[in-house]
């Protein structure tokens, strides 16, 4: 019996050591494995707060301008400024809402927002109210922001950015068509035009900006209708950025009035600056993007639109007209 107590008692020891030799490893490798997730939380939590200060750095360093020329625009001035809301606190941005000729509240809801100087002149021009606006800026580059547009912060700044480059003198973001709640015609028209490739050019998409370098070479904006399309004619097609950047949100009309009244204003606007017809290579364009019944349709309006635009523009030429544009897109600003 003591011998057999003996051989049980020296069983038991043997498995607790052999536990033992078997817990001691997974114990020192949950320990392992423990000290690592400790020690990449803390490298983490250091790079996040280094990224952090980084990026508050750069921020309190970027410097930079946004014009915004405004001619009865209470009725969408509130969500443009919202979408800059965070650049208005960032010591180094100046935000300039320059009103011209406004009979509305535009000017009292810009001044609702922090970081917003507000400017007026009685003279409905947005090129005096772009003059206007460069004579109180003093930072560069500038950003010349239609009152209508949208633009997320992080797109100013690579704008911003982009004209640090060697060579770059003027930039803007890309942008982004918005017809909801437009009529058939209205979208069938912006679909055609956005199957229509274009060199890189500044105007038609809501804002363009310049460095200081620009700027001297483009001086004081003339009394023109279409100035991004001016502007985009002072310099070479390397001396100009589209950057990799959120698209700015351009509405559209939402009738065929309202578009037409565009179309109006931009067809005088190119004729006023002589600029050649750019028909046939468009029509090329236009022909080539089409793959079905729908495209054909789209192209079908394009091209009945944009005749119905240049008539009503030739029938206005030499005499005195105002600065048509759409109003239905100006409507419901809450969205």
């Known amino acids: 019996m003591g011998t057999s107590g003996d051989v049980r008692a020296a069983h038991a020891a043997t498995d607790i050591d052999v536990q033992s030799a078997i817990a001691a490893p997974e114990l020192s490798a949950r320990s392992a494995i423990a000290a690592r997730e400790h020690s990449v939380r803390g490298a983490v939590a250091e790079r996040e707060h280094h990224l952090r200060s980084t990026v508050?750095?750069?921020?309190?360093?970027?410097?930079?301008?946004?014009?915004?020329?405004?001619?009865?625009?209470?009725?969408?001035?509130?969500?443009?400024?919202?979408?800059?809301?965070?650049?208005?606190?960032?010591?180094?941005?100046?935000?300039?809402?320059?009103?011209?000729?406004?009979?509305?509240d535009t000017a009292a809801i810009a001044r609702g927002y922090p970081g917003v100087r507000v400017i007026e002149t009685e003279r409905p021009s947005k090129t005096a109210a772009?003059?206007?606006?460069d004579s109180v800026a003093t930072a560069w580059p500038r950003l010349y922001?239609?009152?209508?547009?949208?633009?997320?912060?992080?797109?100013?700044?690579?704008?911003f950015a982009a004209l640090d480059e060697?060579?770059?003198?003027?930039?803007?973001?890309?942008?982004?068509?918005?017809?909801?709640?437009?009529?058939l015609p209205v979208r069938a028209y912006y679909r055609a035009r956005s199957r229509i490739p274009v060199a890189v050019r500044l105007w038609g998409a809501g804002g363009y900006a310049m460095n200081e370098a620009g700027h001297r070479r483009v001086?004081?904006?003339?009394?023109?209708?279409?100035?991004?399309?001016?502007?985009?004619e002072q310099f070479a097609g390397g001396e100009k950025r589209i950057v990799a950047a959120s698209a700015a949100r351009v509405r559209t009309p939402r009738d065929t009035a309202g578009l037409l009244a565009v179309l109006t204003r931009q067809r005088r606007g190119v004729t006023e600056l002589g600029g050649s017809s750019e028909a046939a290579s468009r029509g090329t364009a236009l022909l080539a993007g089409i793959r079905g019944p729908r495209s054909a349709a789209d192209a079908a309006w394009y091209v009945l639109l944009t005749l119905i635009g240049r008539r009503r523009s030739a029938r206005q030429s030499g005499r005195a007209s105002g600065w048509e544009r759409d109003a239905s897109s100006r409507v419901a600003a809450a969205t």
């Open 130 to 133: 772009l003059n206007l606006g």
């Open 166 to 183: 060697p060579g770059v003198l003027a930039a803007r973001a890309p942008f982004a068509y918005d017809t909801a709640g437009a009529s």
């Open 145 to 159: 922001l239609d009152a209508d547009i949208e633009i997320a912060p992080s797109a100013v700044l690579a704008v």
């Open 219 to 232: 001086g004081e904006f003339p009394d023109v209708t279409a100035d991004d399309a001016w502007v985009d």
């Open 56 to 104: 508050a750095a750069r921020e309190h360093d970027v410097r930079g301008a946004i014009i915004i020329p405004a001619h009865d625009e209470s009725a969408v001035i509130g969500r443009t400024l919202r979408a800059l809301a965070p650049l208005g606190a960032m010591p180094g941005i100046e935000i300039v809402v320059a009103c011209n000729g406004c009979r509305d």
